[in-house]
């Protein structure tokens, strides 16, 4: 599970703050160097620790950094080599390409599911409302850490419940299959692992925007004639598309930046097959001890990422603009 | 026709409901099984209960220093960044300054930093100070990595108090800095609440950094323990399970917390007075 930080913040923010900050009669807001020294230790931490972990990774990818340099402290600079050496190694674009197919495939199930499993909450009874979300949140709430374990367990080779429930099925066999011998086969298991623990996050959320609109609306458009296909395109789709719109790119992201699962579960093997951009560069830099190209990989991998984010940002600003 | 379709919507939602619900299922019934029902080819469904694997799992050399740990590193990271947000949520909330669009920017930014992609670099810079396998590190990386959304969730909560309130307050005599302590603060209480045990499930479940940060086992935290667990272990399932849902409870527990999160209330019950 990824902590949502998204669902965060309530937005609680009332009438006071909207409207634009104009001069109010009888205060002035205070200018002058109060605020300043407010925000001052917020600014120093993050520039200390992220940004200068964003400027030594930029630095370092134009370095020759192996583990004779890591051991006798010294810069050596490579101009763009370590760039030319990823951009030339079939390695990479494996990962490029398969980073993609992973995040897409992750993408559309997540999404697809999860907009079905919302409108069948905004459809059920109270009471099986209540089991499903229960469910929902309950696999939500697991650490990412503890469902990459549990799923190694459910998918083992010899005494894994899902070998077991498909040969007693009539699938004789996957008796004793091991999912962990191909990349393609691991992949398969962390986006079943990544879908099921996100489904819950689009789902509620999904459902709780469905209950903020009117049920009107929908009697209107049902007394007219339309099909229930015909009110979720014309109606539905249209009134949370923004709640769309950011909830795919917050996925893509999320999607995108996944470590833990694919690195917990098969530490990108085997031979290196499952790796996806940030696992490869992890794994480029701690296990070969090539931290220039590792910091190569990890500046291209943000460069995709920031392409993704711009048109996040683009949204939120749309939604958030009488806020700021 | 009505109930053929209540049938197939309520079918639908118990075969979801089961599926969601089986690998946590399966998890907390795995670590209450003798070993025999765990090592076995065909899975019990029915078995009585045992805590042998938590007595196992807990025997384990080292694991009270990581369950010590992983405490320090999330309660320290999380107060630090309560402390620090709520100055500049309050800054950005009610105080007109130059700059504020951007650091409110650079909070949403921030806020979606790609930490994973970091790592190799965080591992770098941490050698350099010679900070490796320091809980003081950790700390301050999951302060860092908990801070924009606390300034941002904050920001949310301290907009929600009325203007009006603070200011009768400093017409009744009190400063700024007193307005806010007597005035804003207690309303803030749900906000601390919510921001603070976000910040909680972000730092316990924390996995990568630790993973190149703090290779020393005495340094290590339960997300840690608990990946290397089996490597350690081999197929000893039942034990892996039992550290597994050990390690859940304290999650579970602050998510049926926040289920409870009750927002905006308190102010609008305080200017309708």
């Given at each position: 599970?990824?902590?949502?930080?998204?669902?965060?913040?309530?937005?609680?923010?009332?009438?006071?703050?909207?409207?634009?900050?104009?001069?109010?009669?009888?205060?002035?807001?205070?200018?002058?160097?109060?605020?300043?020294?407010?925000?001052?230790?917020?600014?120093?931490?993050?520039?200390?620790?992220?940004?200068?972990?964003?400027?030594?990774?930029?630095?370092?990818?134009?370095?020759?950094?192996?583990?004779?340099?890591?051991?006798?402290?010294?810069?050596?600079?490579?101009?763009?080599?370590?760039?030319?050496?990823?951009?030339?190694?079939?390695?990479?674009?494996?990962?490029?390409?398969?980073?993609?197919?992973?995040?897409?495939?992750?993408?559309?199930?997540?999404?697809?599911?999860?907009?079905?499993?919302?409108?069948?909450?905004?459809?059920?009874?109270?009471?099986?409302?209540?089991?499903?979300?229960?469910?929902?949140?309950?696999?939500?709430?697991?650490?990412?850490?503890?469902?990459?374990?549990?799923?190694?367990?459910?998918?083992?080779?010899?005494?894994?419940?899902?070998?077991?429930?498909?040969?007693?099925?009539?699938?004789?066999?996957?008796?004793?299959?091991?999912?962990?011998?191909?990349?393609?086969?691991?992949?398969?298991?962390?986006?079943?692992?990544?879908?099921?623990?996100?489904?819950?996050?689009?789902?509620?959320?999904?459902?709780?925007?469905?209950?903020?609109?009117?049920?009107?609306?929908?009697?209107?458009?049902?007394?007219?004639?339309?099909?229930?296909?015909?009110?979720?395109?014309?109606?539905?789709?249209?009134?949370?598309?923004?709640?769309?719109?950011?909830?795919?790119?917050?996925?893509?992201?999320?999607?995108?930046?996944?470590?833990?699962?694919?690195?917990?579960?098969?530490?990108?093997?085997?031979?290196?097959?499952?790796?996806?951009?940030?696992?490869?560069?992890?794994?480029?830099?701690m296990s070969q001890s090539q931290y220039g190209s590792a910091a190569a990989i990890s500046v291209l991998t943000l460069v995709i990422l920031l392409v993704a984010m711009s048109f996040y940002f683009r949204l939120i600003f749309k939604q958030e603009r009488e806020q700021l | 026709m009505r109930?053929?379709?209540?049938?197939?919507?309520?079918?639908?939602?118990?075969?979801?409901?089961?599926?969601?619900?089986?690998?946590?299922?399966?998890?907390?019934?795995?670590?209450?099984?003798?070993?025999?029902?765990?090592?076995?080819?065909?899975?019990?469904?029915?078995?009585?209960?045992?805590?042998?694997?938590?007595?196992?799992?807990?025997?384990?050399?080292?694991?009270?220093?990581?369950?010590?740990?992983?405490?320090?590193?999330?309660?320290?990271?999380?107060?630090?960044?309560?402390?620090?947000a709520l100055a500049a949520s309050y800054a950005i909330a009610r105080m007109q300054f130059r700059g504020r669009r951007g650091m409110v920017l650079a909070v949403m930014m921030a806020q979606m930093a790609p930490w994973e992609i970091l790592i190799i670099v965080v591992y770098l810079n941490?050698?350099?100070?010679?900070?490796?396998?320091?809980?003081?590190?950790?700390?301050?990386?999951?302060?860092?990595?908990?801070?924009?959304?606390?300034?941002?969730?904050?920001?949310?909560?301290?907009?929600?108090?009325?203007?009006?309130?603070?200011?009768?307050?400093?017409?009744?005599?009190?400063?700024?800095?007193?307005?806010?302590?007597?005035?804003?603060?207690?309303?803030?209480?749900?906000?601390?609440?919510?921001?603070?045990?976000?910040?909680?499930?972000?730092?316990?479940?924390?996995?990568?950094?630790?993973?190149?940060?703090?290779?020393?086992?005495?340094?290590?935290?339960?997300?840690?323990?608990?990946?290397?667990?089996?490597?350690?272990?081999?197929?000893?399932?039942?034990?892996t399970m039992a550290a597994s849902t050990m390690f859940t409870v304290p999650v579970l527990i602050v998510f049926v917390l926040l289920q409870r999160r009750v927002t905006g209330g308190l102010a609008a019950g305080a200017v309708k007075g």
């Amino acid at each position: 599970m990824t902590v949502h930080i998204e669902d965060a913040p309530p937005d609680v923010s009332g009438a006071t703050s909207k409207g634009p900050p104009k001069r109010r009669t009888g205060r002035r807001l205070p200018t002058g160097w109060v605020p300043y020294l407010l925000i001052l230790p917020s600014i120093a931490a993050l520039v200390a620790v992220l940004g200068w972990a964003l400027v030594q990774n930029l630095i370092i990818s134009f370095q020759e950094f192996g583990r004779r340099q890591l051991i006798s402290r010294t810069t050596e600079w490579a101009g763009l080599d370590n760039y030319r050496t990823i951009l030339e190694d079939e390695r990479f674009w494996d990962a490029v390409v398969r980073t993609f197919f992973f995040m897409a495939a992750n993408v559309v199930l997540i999404m697809g599911l999860g907009t079905l499993i919302g409108l069948l909450l905004h459809a059920l009874g109270k009471k099986m409302r209540l089991v499903l979300a229960i469910s929902l949140v309950a696999a939500w709430a697991m650490p990412v850490t503890v469902s990459t374990t549990v799923f190694r367990w459910l998918f083992d080779q010899q005494l894994g419940v899902v070998n077991w429930a498909l040969s007693s099925i009539g699938f004789s066999s996957y008796e004793e299959h091991n999912w962990f011998s191909s990349g393609a086969s691991t992949l398969a298991i962390v986006t079943i692992l990544i879908v099921w623990a996100s489904v819950p996050f689009v789902a509620l959320n999904l459902y709780a925007g469905l209950t903020t609109i009117s049920g009107e609306i929908f009697e209107a458009a049902r007394m007219d004639g339309a099909s229930n296909w015909r009110l979720f395109w014309s109606i539905l789709a249209p009134i949370m598309r923004p709640f769309f719109m950011i909830t795919t790119f917050l996925e893509i992201i999320w999607v995108f930046k996944a470590f833990a699962q694919i690195y917990a579960l098969n530490a990108g093997g085997p031979n290196r097959e499952s790796e996806t951009l940030p696992v490869m560069a992890y794994v480029e830099g701690m296990s070969q001890s090539q931290y220039g190209s590792a910091a190569a990989i990890s500046v291209l991998t943000l460069v995709i990422l920031l392409v993704a984010m711009s048109f996040y940002f683009r949204l939120i600003f749309k939604q958030e603009r009488e806020q700021l | 026709m009505r109930n053929a379709r209540k049938l197939w919507l309520n079918g639908t939602a118990v075969i979801l409901s089961a599926l969601f619900l089986f690998p946590v299922y399966w998890m907390f019934s795995t670590s209450f099984k003798s070993s025999t029902d765990v090592l076995t080819d065909d899975p019990v469904f029915l078995f009585t209960p045992t805590f042998d694997h938590y007595e196992t799992a807990t025997a384990v050399e080292l694991f009270w220093t990581y369950v010590g740990n992983s405490f320090i590193v999330t309660i320290g990271a999380v107060l630090l960044a309560l402390l620090v947000a709520l100055a500049a949520s309050y800054a950005i909330a009610r105080m007109q300054f130059r700059g504020r669009r951007g650091m409110v920017l650079a909070v949403m930014m921030a806020q979606m930093a790609p930490w994973e992609i970091l790592i190799i670099v965080v591992y770098l810079n941490a050698r350099d100070l010679e900070m490796l396998n320091s809980l003081l590190t950790l700390t301050l990386i999951y302060f860092v990595m908990a801070l924009p959304f606390s300034i941002w969730t904050l920001r949310g909560f301290i907009a929600a108090v009325p203007k009006e309130l603070e200011e009768s307050a400093m017409i009744d005599g009190c400063n700024r800095a007193q307005a806010f302590f007597r005035v804003i603060f207690p309303l803030l209480a749900p906000g601390l609440m919510a921001t603070s045990l976000f910040g909680f499930i972000a730092a316990w479940n924390e996995y990568a950094m630790v993973l190149v940060l703090n290779k020393d086992p005495e340094a290590a935290t339960l997300p840690l323990w608990l990946t290397q667990f089996q490597t350690n272990f081999g197929n000893d399932w039942g034990a892996t399970m039992a550290a597994s849902t050990m390690f859940t409870v304290p999650v579970l527990i602050v998510f049926v917390l926040l289920q409870r999160r009750v927002t905006g209330g308190l102010a609008a019950g305080a200017v309708k007075g």
